[in-house]
Structures are given as structure tokens and as C-alpha cells.
């Protein structure tokens, strides 16, 4: 008796591929085809572009927050100082300072002064976020790519202040101009408290890559901003800068016996997690969505292959006839679905990669021809937008491109594998 061909067998593939390949007389098969072919292929384009923005996004995002502030940011909580009075002010900085720079893995940390202000430049105004820092903090401060250039020089930070991009551009600041301050808690007298008004010169216009910071932050001298701010002998936070930022939560043990008693532990993730969860949610419905696209158009393949089993019902009952079990049927009808799954997701992830390595392009010229509405640093709070390809990401497209375009292909396969080959070869 002879053996059965193995399943998959050479001729199995050949008589698929000649299915695929339908002379002009069953054009509507081969026009099915196409259409499958075409919306697998937009269908992945669209989820492998879509999860890299989104993973770009969040990456970008991570890292302006990171730069922007500090990884972790020790405060305390309120107590009554010497003359009674209830304050949250650091007086031991120093040594606070010292303890949390001996914490394992702690890279850098220093104290910090902070206050709001209003900034006045001729009939302009705004609120200023002003930090007081030292120097070296200044200097330490990353720019990202596509934010703006600072300007002036950081050695005179001494002798003036530094303003953010966005600030200067709203209210018309250059290296140079004088910046009045005006703050209301101010200076003390006999008749209450009168507001404070200092004028700074900018010696300094920064970046931090975000936009909301660069409109609203000023840096000034910590020496000069515990005067402004009446924090004389004490300072409002200790900022720590950690070796590994996506680790902090670990930390913040460590952290938290540095700080001692009546201290607080406040990390970026604290600052910026709702929003991270909010976009892990948006990446899950997002993915659900184009989910839904795909399932349509592997769902063409379903019609494709129903007409192509009713066109080649008299080829089904003479090679059930030849000996063709239903099985070797059914994996001819799978394998032409499949071939049409397998190109049009192979041609997806090579469209949607080449859109993603250049998306910050076309978004560019998107934002050229639209005038420059098309992208708003001031609404998105980064100042381009980034995409980022990963594996796990691609490897989800292109798993659920298949497993969708193998689930369609098995009912019209069944189908013509259960044809009854005395029926199909009655008429002819």
C-alpha cells in the first residue's frame, strides 16, 4: 500500500501557488487577492508605525521628564522652628546633602530654593517657576534633540539669572536685557510685609526640551534665591540624581533612612505616573483598534478564497479523484490564504519600518505644508516627534497579522476540503 505524502508536501505548495496566480478569465480572484494583499499590508503599516510613535513617545517623554527634574526630591514635612513658627524649610542641607550622596547608586545631589515670581520685561509679563541652584546644576542640565540651542555664557550664572526658551521668546528676552521680579511675600517691616522687586540680568537662555519648562522656569544663583525667597540658612528640597532613574522606586528605602524622620521622598515617577499609566492604557486601546483594521482585512481573504473554492470546484473533484485526501485539500486552500497573509504582513513591517526610522521627516514636512500647525511643542510638551522600533512591538504586529490571516483560511479551506467530488464533477 502506498504511503501518504507528508503533510505540506512540494505539490501542495505548487498547486496553491498556481490557485494564486488566475488567468485573466478569473480575474475576480486574483482581484480579491490583491485587495487582501493591500489591506494586510496598510493594516500592519499602521500598527508598526502607531506602536513606534507611541513607544518613541513614551521614551522621549521619560527622558525630558528625567532631565527636566530631578530623579527623586527629598522635602519636610511641616514642623515648629526655634521661634515657634511653622515651617518646612531644610536648615541641615549640607548634611543632608552628604548622607544622601553616600546612598549606593546615587550619583549626584544638592540643595534647592524654589519660588514663584512674576516676570516683568516691558509690558510683557508672566509667572516665573524660579529655581535657585548652584552653578553646576545649570550646567548639568541635558538639551535634547530638536529643542531650541541655549544662549549667553553659563560662567556668568553669578551674576545674573537664566531664563528658559519659551519665557524669553513670550516675553522678548536677549543675553543682556534686565529682568524684573517681583515677589509677594517679600520684605518685612514693621507694617507688614511689603512684595520684593528685583531686576536680574539674563545671562543665560536654556532648554530642558520640554516645553512647558522652558516657558516657565528661571534659574537663579542658590545664594541669591535664599535672599529673594526669605529662606536665609535653609533651603526647600534636596534634589538626587540616581545612576539608574527607571530603578528609583527601589531606592527609595535607602533614600528615605538618609532623609531621616520628617522627610519625604518624592521620585519622578510619583510626579508623572498617572500620565505613564494613562499612556500605557492608550497604548492597549490603540493596539485593540488597529487590531480590529487588520482582522478586516484578513477577513478579504475569507472572500478570496470562497470565490476561488467555487471557481475550482471541478479542479477539487478530479484531484479528489486522483487520490487527494481532504486534508491535502484543505492545506492547498490554507497555503494560498496563507502566502496572502505572510507577503502582505512582510510587506507591512518594511513599509510601517521605513515610516518610523523617518518619521520626524515627514512629520516636518506635514508641519511645513500645514503652516506649522501640525505639531505644537506647547500642547505636546516635546519639541518633535520620536519613534522608536522594538522588537516586542514588531514581533506583536506581525504575530497577530498571521494568526488573524491563519484563523480566516480555515473555514473556505474545510469548506473545499468537504466538497463531495461526485457533486462537483455532476454538470461537468
Known amino acids: 500500500m502506498a504511503s501518504r505524502p507528508a503533510p505540506f508536501a512540494p505539490f501542495e505548495f505548487m498547486i496553491a501557488w498556481r490557485y494564486l496566480r488566475a488567468r485573466r478569465a478569473e480575474g475576480g ?146 543675553i543682556g536685557d534686565k529682568l524684573k521680579l517681583i515677589q ?100 492597549d486601546v490603540m493596539f485593540l483598534i488597529l487590531a480590529l483594521v487588520v482582522l478586516i482585512a484578513t477577513l478579504n481573504i475569507t472572500s478570496g478564497l470562497i470565490m476561488l473554492v467555487k471557481n475550482k470546484g471541478r479542479d477539487i473533484g478530479i484531484l479528489r479523484t486522483m487520490g487527494l485526501t481532504e486534508g491535502s485539500i484543505l492545506r492547498v486552500f490554507f497555503l494560498c490564504g496563507a502566502f496572502t497573509g505572510i507577503t502582505g504582513t512582510i510587506a507591512g513591517v518594511a513599509l510601517g519600518s521605513v515610516i518610523a526610522w523617518n518619521i520626524d521627516a515627514i512629520m516636518s514636512g506635514v508641519n511645513w505644508l500645514s503652516g506649522g500647525g501640525a505639531w505644537d511643542p506647547s500642547i505636546r510638551g516635546i519639541y518633535r516627534l520620536p519613534a522608536e522600533l522594538r522588537a516586542w512591538d514588531v514581533g506583536r504586529a506581525v504575530g497577530l497579522s498571521l494568526i488573524l490571516s491563519f484563523l480566516v483560511t480555515i473555514f473556505p479551506a474545510r469548506r473545499a476540503a468537504r466538497m463531495n467530488p461526485v457533486e462537483a464533477l455532476r454538470y461537468e
Request: charged share 20%.
Open 29 to 174: 480572484v486574483s482581484t480579491m487577492t490583491w485587495i487582501s494583499l493591500i489591506g494586510i499590508t496598510l493594516g500592519v503599516m499602521a500598527l508598526v508605525v502607531t506602536l513606534a510613535v507611541r513607544a518613541g513617545f513614551r521614551t522621549e517623554f521619560v527622558n525630558t521628564v528625567i532631565g527636566a527634574y530631578a530623579h527623586a526630591e527629598i522635602g519636610s514635612y511641616s514642623y515648629l522652628d526655634e521661634n515657634g513658627v511653622s515651617t518646612t524649610a531644610i536648615t541641615d542641607y549640607e548634611a543632608l546633602t552628604a548622607q544622601l550622596l553616600a546612598v549606593p547608586g546615587v550619583t549626584r545631589a544638592n540643595p534647592r530654593v524654589l519660588g514663584y515670581a512674576m516676570a516683568t520685561y516691558g509690558n510683557q509679563s508672566a509667572v516665573a517657576e524660579v529655581h535657585g541652584v548652584a552653578a553646576k546644576v545649570l550646567r548639568d542640565l541635558p538639551t535634547f534633540e530638536g529643542a531650541p540651542e541655549p544662549l549667553g555664557d553659563i560662567g556668568r550664572f553669578d551674576q545674573g539669572i537664566a531664563v528658559g526658551a519659551g519665557m524669553a521668546r513670550t516675553l522678548g528676552l536677549g
Open 184 to 283: 509677594p511675600n517679600g520684605v518685612k517691616t514693621a507694617f507688614g510685609v511689603s512684595p520684593r522687586v528685583n531686576v536680574y540680568e539674563v545671562v543665560y537662555i536654556f532648554s530642558a526640551g520640554r516645553a512647558d519648562v522652558d516657558s516657565a522656569r528661571i534659574y537663579m544663583p542658590f545664594a541669591e534665591a535664599q535672599s529673594f525667597f526669605n529662606r536665609e540658612g535653609g533651603a526647600d528640597q534636596i534634589e538626587v540624581y540616581v545612576e539608574r532613574p527607571e530603578e528609583i522606586d527601589a531606592m527609595v528605602p535607602a533614600l528615605q533612612e538618609a532623609a531621616g524622620e520628617g522627610r519625604y521622598v518624592w521620585t519622578w515617577k510619583d510626579r508623572s505616573g498617572a500620565f505613564l499609566r494613562a499612556l500605557s492604557i492608550e497604548d
